[in-house]
């Protein structure tokens, strides 16, 4: 019996100390390329040459959805394609230290390429190591899952306060920063399109070293990040890849794998809800950003409002995957669609000024708040529901959560920002009406996971369940 108790708190530990590691690595990395993020359509306004690198990282992302994350995770396995990706990642923060078209571009095609297998691989990896742990206690697979999605973007969502903090405490360092007059206050928020916001002292570019400072550091990070992941990740899945090489099915049932789940009804209903996520969290990153914060207070301001949005984001994470065992899913995504529908109405109608300085943080943590909903509980959700398709349900999830994206900042540079609000919103309405119908499906239907009271061990994981576990992109 105290083996037996030996075991089962070493497998604790492993898990944990499993998921603490993806963590991290991720914070890490996004702290980097979360705040170059925020800062694209301000830094790099130059004929929207930032937003448009934000579109092509996301439609490259489309494209590596449709066959990449299959084919790379089955061959490197979980760890070392969330490597690979996160070296993909960091050669955009390269292109930012020269920015223009020929260096922003290709780098974001990279980025692009390697984003659907890195976030494929990491929700992978901790769907099975949710379902292991589950096992372990005799607990629901689901139950553990979600607990570990929530210590994820507990972690994770703070990259958005340590990224945006770097980026402020730089530039505020900027001494050519001055007051807003009156009449380009005035061409903020909704009121007046927001296509053309006037070119001032706190909207243009900081100068170049600093700039070099900040994508210096954002570099080290995200080296750092690689090197986490590469020492201290285990390789759970590394028998997986060994046989799966050894047995190599044809490049074609690969290559499809993405579209064949297109079959499933579930998922095909799911669409609305997974491009809103892209809608909103690009809104936030795109418009928010330039037509409130930056345009009304400064550049220098853009990293502490996005930190608010990054700690609400963090805590209510953390708080949701671990009462959604107790409450549910369909409560909190109906507190997320109150939350966003409100920021939406409201921000139609507001008029920033520099006077109404905590208002610019109110509208962030709200929806931090609801970001936090629609991250956790829908990749917990598609972890659930496609179990045995776990890397093709992942690279759907994160191929239309990019068409989201790429939309969204694709009609950035020539719609007013008056339309982008009822578009977010008529997406919203639209995710309302379609994602009951899946979780009352759900609810009557409960889909079993496949590895549920099968694992002993990881390697006992693979030996009765390879079969399973190598067919899990076929229907």
Known sequence: MPKEIQIKAAMISRNFKNVLVVSVGFLSLFTAYGGLQSLQSSLNAEEGMGVASLSVIYASIIISSMFLPPIMIKNLGCKWTIVVGMACYVSYSFGN??????????????????????WSAKCTYL??????QAAEENKKGSDVINHYFG??????????????LMSSLIFGQDSSISNIPEEVLETCGAANCGLNITVNSTTSKPPQTLVWTLVGSYIGVGVLAMIIVAVFLDNIDQEQTSQFRENREPFCHTFLATFRLLKDWRLVTLIPLTMYSGFEQSFLSGEYTKNYVTCALGIHFVGFVMMCFGASNSLCSFLFGRIARYIGRAPLFLLAAVTNLSCIIALLFWRPHPNQLAVFFVFPALWGMADAVWQTQTNALYGILFPRNKEAAFANYRMWESLGFVIAFAYSTFLCLEYKLYILMAVLVITIITYPIVEYYEYKHPTQPVEEGAYLSHKETMQTKVDEIIAQTEM
């Open 127 to 132: 769907t099975i190591s949710g379902n292991a």
């Open 151 to 164: 210590i994820f973007f507990f972690i994770f969502q703070s990259s958005a306060v340590w990224g945006n």
């Open 97 to 118: 230290l020269y920015p223009g078209w020929y260096t922003l571009i290709p780098t974001s095609v990279i980025l692009g390429l390697g984003g659907s297998p890195l």
